[in-house]
């Protein structure tokens, strides 16, 4: 059984930091593109940014792109997104989500359960 497990939310000012941890089991992770999608109050779902399997090809959205840095360990089971330069409009929910392939835009089969950012002052 795939298990995707998000950590490291919380409540931070404009212009701060936060990492987000995502712990991963039941699949080779290794052989898994995977992404972070996040979604806001009231509003749908934004894919915030993508790694391929082996961690050495990153992508990622408007919105995220020069603030946002994703990562994978391999070894660790675990993707990571670091989040700097934090602005209100990044608060939202931020799901994990496995790719179906190790290609990094392939389609999500697999959530976690996310975890909450807020950036407020």
């Known amino acids: 059984e795939v298990q995707l497990v998000e950590s490291g939310g919380g409540l931070v000012q404009p212009g701060g930091s936060l990492r987000l941890s995502c712990a991963a089991s039941g699949f080779t992770f290794s052989s898994y593109a995977m992404s972070w999608v996040r979604q806001a109050p009231g509003k749908g779902l934004e894919w915030v940014a993508g790694i391929g399997a082996s961690g050495g090809i990153t992508d990622y959205g408007d919105s995220a792109r020069g603030r946002f840095t994703i990562s994978k360990d391999n070894a660790r089971n675990t993707l990571y997104l670091q989040l700097n330069s934090l602005k209100p409009g990044d608060t939202a929910v931020y799901f994990c989500?496995?790719?179906?392939?190790?290609?990094?835009?392939?389609?999500?089969?697999?959530w976690g359960q996310g975890t909450q950012v807020t950036v407020s002052s």
């Open positions: 989500a496995k790719g179906g392939s190790n290609w990094i835009h392939a389609a999500v089969d697999d």
